[in-house]
């Protein structure tokens, strides 16, 4: 079993930044893909960026792309997202997610992960 455990969400204005981490315990975390997810009110749950297996290869959503980087410690079973230039249409829960058997072509697909966090509130003002 992994647990996963997200930090650092909060109430910044348009234009301002955040870092989002997210803490692992149990089983290791080298080996897993590790993703971020967000689900904005009345909204269905979408892919915001991850990290392929230990390869370290990344991978973005349109719609973030440019303006977030997702990073990982292994060796800290923590993995990041620094959050740059957030839009009031970033406010949404973020979630992390993780997985040790995903084949990359399933990577965006939320419902192909076995574990995930409880959420951190993003909220970005206008």
């Known amino acids: 079993q992994v647990q996963l455990v997200e930090s650092g969400g909060g109430t910044v204005q348009a234009g301002g930044s955040l870092r989002l981490s997210c803490a692992a315990s149990?089983?290791?975390?080298?080996?897993?893909?590790t993703a971020w997810f967000r689900q904005a009110p009345g909204k269905e749950r979408e892919f915001v960026a991850a990290i392929f297996r230990s390869g370290g290869n990344t991978y973005y959503s349109d719609s973030v792309k440019g303006r977030f980087t997702i990073s990982r410690d292994n060796a800290k079973k923590t993995m990041y997202l620094q959050m740059n230039g957030l839009k009031p249409e970033d406010t949404a829960v973020y979630y992390c997610?993780?997985?040790?058997?995903?084949?990359?072509?399933?990577?965006?697909?939320?419902?192909?992960?076995?574990?995930w966090g409880q959420g951190t509130q993003v909220t970005v003002s206008s």
């Open positions: 149990g089983r290791t975390f080298s080996g897993f893909t």
């Open positions: 997610a993780g997985d040790g058997g995903l084949i990359l072509s399933s990577l965006r697909i939320g419902s192909q992960y076995d574990y």
